[in-house]
């Protein structure tokens, strides 16, 4: 003869382990130039998205100034453009 305490642990489900999901690096608006990968030379880009990992990295949709030419980048072949980096 099972009780009723028993019933009830039969049905719960083993605990499960909250993990944070990970953050992006560079907030949108923030103005980036890419370390590597297409060339660029030391054109900016201004954050414009950000994107899910999809395998690589976390990853952002940017525009050139510019130009209005827009990419994806992921987050490791960023660099964040100091104040001084763009206003010369």
């Known amino acids: 003869m099972t009780n009723d ?5 039969s049905f719960r489900r083993p605990a499960q382990r909250l993990t944070a999901a990970p953050s992006h690096k560079f907030a949108i608006g923030v103005r980036v130039i890419q370390k590597f990968g297409a060339a660029t030379g030391t ?3 201004s954050v414009t998205r950000h994107l899910p990992d999809a395998g690589a990295g976390l990853q952002y949709r940017m525009k050139r100034e510019r130009d209005g030419q827009e990419r994806v980048a992921v987050e490791s072949a960023l660099e964040l453009v100091a104040r001084e980096d763009f206003m010369q």
């Open 43 to 45: 054109d900016s880009f």
């Open 5 to 9: 305490n028993d019933a009830i642990r």
